[in-house]
């Protein structure tokens, strides 16, 4: 267990919806960062927030977006949903997210199936 | 470009010792990580290199060449708990801050069978 919990563990949805998946960081991380790991695929960098404001941005779809909030939970939104979106989604933490030997732990993940 | 080469797959044999290569490209490069997941998990974490040579750390070793782009992860006295994926992954600065991302490669699926 990396200390990193993210809600909910599966979700199933249709095409054109909305969803939110969410992310605690371990205790003290500062940085949040969203990965997308497609069937077969590796893991693809998405987004990275530090301490509430947005770092680092990856090849994140302009319908997809996130935020992190005063408690340093993240949300990443997937919007006007596609077959193709489905996936695994993780997200990672680290105690600051630019010191050398930061390194990032990942959560268990949430399983995005849209139908 | 940014490109981090693994192989696809490969198999071994319990109590065997195995090599998993990885090459990578980057714009500036800042440390490489070695992860293992299995299949449907999260990655955990297994080793960092930043500087050249070999880490070693129980059954597992990462070892680094910056100059030629090269890790290597050895794992020794292989157990079928032991196949996973295992991914590359290089921490590549960029911006002005010097705020750093994970460049993950594909992965390398390792089946060990008896």
């Known amino acids: 267990d990396s200390g990193v919990t993210q809600t909910p563990k599966h979700l199933i949805t249709a095409t054109g919806q909305r969803v939110t998946l969410r992310c605690s960081p371990r205790?003290?991380?500062?940085?949040v960062y969203w990965y997308q790991q497609s069937l077969d695929q590796g893991l693809q960098f998405l987004i990275q927030?530090?301490?509430?404001?947005?770092?680092a941005k990856g090849n994140i779809l302009e319908r997809f977006s996130a935020q992190q909030f005063p408690d340093l939970h993240s949300e990443l939104n997937l919007s006007s949903l596609e077959l193709g979106d489905s996936a695994l989604y993780f997200c990672?933490?680290?105690?600051?997210?630019?010191?050398?030997?930061?390194?990032?732990?990942f959560g268990p993940g949430t399983r995005l199936t849209v139908l | 470009g940014q490109n981090i080469d693994q192989p696809t797959e490969m198999t071994a044999t319990e109590g065997a010792i195995v090599q998993i290569n990885c090459t990578y490209q980057?714009?500036?490069?800042?440390?490489l990580f070695w992860y293992q997941q299995h299949a449907g998990e999260a990655p955990t974490f297994l080793s960092y290199?930043?500087?050249?040579g070999l880490e070693e750390k129980g059954r597992f070793s990462s070892f680094l060449s910056r100059s030629k782009g090269y890790s290597y992860l050895l794992l020794k006295e292989l157990q079928m708990k032991d196949s996973a994926s295992y991914l590359c992954?290089?921490?590549?600065?960029f911006g002005s801050g010097g705020y750093n991302k994970l460049i993950f490669g594909a992965g390398t699926r390792l089946a060990v069978h008896p």
């Open positions: 990672a933490s680290s105690p600051k997210g630019e010191a050398v030997a930061d390194t990032q732990y």
């Open positions: 205790s003290g991380d500062l940085s």
């Open positions: 927030y530090y301490n509430g404001e947005e770092r």
């Open positions: 980057t714009s500036g490069f800042n440390g």
């Open positions: 290199n930043v500087l050249d």
């Open positions: 992954a290089v921490r590549d600065l």
